[in-house]
Nanobody
Framework: QVQLVESGGGLVQAGGSLRLSCVAS????????MGWYRQAPGKQRELVAA???????TYVTAVKGRFTISRDNAKNTVYLQMNSLKPEDTGVYYC???????WGQGTQVTVSS
């Protein structure tokens, strides 16, 4: 079973930036697409960015042009660069391989207005 450790969250003012990291254990990483999800207070978890094994990237409309997902297979790590943050980006951010049902503990992102 894959283990996932997210980090990089924090409190930032609107307009600021954060870079999230997610390290995955095991050999699944290089053979699986990866997604970043967020769960805002009182809302369901949603996929905000995804990257395939050949680096094809997709984003939910709300974050297009502001967030960038990337991966480093040598480090078993997926990143989420978040720029021009808005209060509505607040939530707990999780990463997950598409080929696994495992979740990490998430990292809290809070954007103040």
């Amino acid at each position: 079973q894959v283990q996932l450790v997210e980090s990089g969250g924090g409190l930032v003012q609107a307009g600021g930036s954060l870079r999230l990291s997610c390290v995955a254990s095991g050999s699944i990483f290089s053979s699986s697409g990866m997604g970043w999800y967020r769960q805002a207070p009182g809302k369901q978890r949603e996929l905000v960015a995804a990257i395939t094994t050949d680096d094809s990237k997709t984003y939910v409309t709300a974050v297009k042009g502001r967030f960038t997902i990337s991966r480093d297979n040598a480090k078993n790590t997926v990143y989420l660069q978040m720029n021009s943050l808005k209060p509505e980006d607040t939530g707990v951010y999780y990463c997950k391989p598409f080929s696994s049902g495992s979740w990490g503990q998430g990292t809290q992102v809070t954007v103040s207005s």
